[in-house]
């Protein structure tokens, strides 16, 4: 018998996970709730390959740390999508997984209770529920896929999903966007780069066998089809590129690649340069080139919560209510003005766009 040990050597714990059906029979999506998630879908695909002339935007809080302030914001929103439907597709913003720089809260999944428990079944359940009770509130969710474990609990409820720029490169990720059932987008990387989001749509659109865990929570292989609808999101880099010419740059090498030249675009992080109130600015820009006529440009990303800015997570003090923990985020004051400038934008350009070149 070996006395010598090569094996977990700085595992200091693991404890069992709940198999994805167990959560997903707990939490049982009906019809209705089905129907609605395929509906969002099937509408974003039209977008994408232009039998829409909507807008899609996810527009919601950086990420999810109140499963009621969340609920709050829904409600108030599902009135606004209501409203501006005509001409913009809104989901809402639902992300429970944060990627961390270095370190710190790693989102609701990860850390429901806030308090570095680190109560992950717990976390996926609360996931679970709240897709589940936004859905029926009557709006489609939108989340970023970071864990690559974590879709088999929620992803039959999401409508749309990112991958992140720290992600994008990554070949694991590709290989479960080529296998997810909802449309993704692809952020361009940290550096502005667009060449590594364009490799991604492409691999992503390959057939892939991979290993993970199935609904039973057992270990498989699988085998994916390959996902068409994805596309890229501009999100800068080291300067914004959200501006026409940065546009137009980033659809000629779309286009080049043999790709659909389109992009979204995020009027958050550096296109914002971290500034959360320059997303309103960012937001006049990009309205500015849709109402002149760009088809080109299919949706956009906001970060809104009701109360706007950022605080910081500080154990024993208690929180402002519907403010984020993480990222900083626009008001809901702010938000709605800027979701009806785009829905405007759109009216102005169908007037810009002959009805024979839409």
């Known amino acids: 018998?070996?006395?010598?040990?090569?094996?977990?050597?700085?595992?200091?714990?693991?404890?069992?996970?709940?198999?994805?059906m167990q959560i997903m029979r707990e939490l049982r999506a009906n019809e209705t709730v089905l129907a609605h998630v395929t509906r969002a879908r099937s509408a974003i695909h039209d977008v994408l390959r232009g039998a829409d002339d909507r807008l899609f935007i996810v527009v919601g809080p950086c990420s999810i740390?109140?499963?009621?302030?969340?609920?709050?914001?829904?409600?108030?929103?599902?009135?606004?999508?209501?409203?501006?439907a005509h001409e913009i597709i809104i989901v809402?913003?639902?992300?429970?997984?944060?990627?961390?720089?270095?370190?710190?809260w790693k989102g609701l999944i990860n850390d429901p209770h806030?308090?570095?428990?680190?109560?992950?079944?717990?976390?996926?359940?609360?996931?679970?529920?709240?897709?589940?009770?936004?859905?029926?509130?009557?709006?489609?969710?939108?989340?970023?896929?970071?864990?690559?474990?974590?879709?088999?609990?929620?992803?039959?409820?999401?409508?749309?999903?990112?991958?992140?720029?720290?992600?994008?490169?990554?070949?694991?990720?590709?290989?479960?966007?080529?296998?997810?059932?909802?449309?993704?987008?692809?952020?361009?990387?940290?550096?502005?780069?667009?060449?590594?989001?364009?490799?991604?749509?492409?691999?992503?659109?390959?057939?892939?066998?991979?290993?993970?865990?199935?609904?039973?929570?057992?270990?498989?292989?699988?085998?994916?089809?390959?996902?068409?609808?994805?596309?890229?999101?501009l999100r800068g880099g080291k300067t914004p590129n959200y501006d026409a010419a940065n546009v137009e740059v980033a659809c000629q090498e779309l286009a080049a690649a043999g790709l659909r030249p389109q992009v979204m675009i995020d009027f958050s992080h550096a296109n914002a340069s971290k500034q959360y109130q320059r997303q309103i600015?960012?937001?006049?820009?990009?309205?500015?080139?849709?109402?002149?006529?760009?088809?080109?440009?299919?949706?956009?990303?906001v970060e809104s919560h009701l109360t706007a800015g950022r605080q910081d997570l500080?154990?024993?003090?208690?929180?402002?209510?519907?403010?984020?923990?993480?990222?900083?985020?626009?008001g809901w004051d702010d938000t709605i003005p800027l979701l009806r400038m785009l829905a405007d934008a759109v009216k102005k350009r169908r007037l810009a766009v002959p009805a024979d070149e839409e």
């Open 92 to 104: 809402m913003r639902v992300y429970f997984e944060k990627p961390r720089t270095t370190v710190g």
């Open 1 to 20: 018998m070996t006395t010598t040990r090569t094996d977990d050597t700085r595992i200091e714990q693991s404890g069992e996970l709940l198999a994805p």
């Open 114 to 233: 806030l308090d570095e428990s680190h109560d992950i079944n717990e976390g996926l359940r609360l996931a679970r529920k709240l897709l589940l009770e936004i859905n029926e509130i009557g709006l489609p969710c939108a989340t970023e896929f970071l864990d690559l474990i974590s879709p088999q609990y929620i992803a039959d409820l999401v409508s749309w999903g990112a991958i992140g720029a720290r992600t994008t490169e990554s070949q694991s990720h590709r290989q479960l966007a080529s296998g997810l059932s909802c449309p993704v987008g692809f952020k361009n990387g940290t550096d502005g780069s667009l060449r590594i989001a364009a490799d991604a749509i492409k691999a992503a659109a390959a057939r892939h066998h991979f290993i993970s865990i199935t609904k039973s929570g057992h270990v498989g292989v699988f085998s994916t089809s390959g996902n068409e609808d994805t596309h890229v999101i």
């Open 314 to 330: 500080i154990p024993g003090q208690p929180l402002a209510y519907a403010q984020s923990i993480t990222d900083a985020c626009i």
């Open 65 to 84: 740390h109140d499963p009621a302030a969340a609920i709050d914001y829904a409600k108030k929103l599902k009135l606004l999508a209501d409203e501006l």
């Open 281 to 301: 600015d960012v937001g006049a820009d990009v309205a500015a080139q849709v109402a002149g006529g760009d088809t080109r440009i299919i949706g956009m990303m």
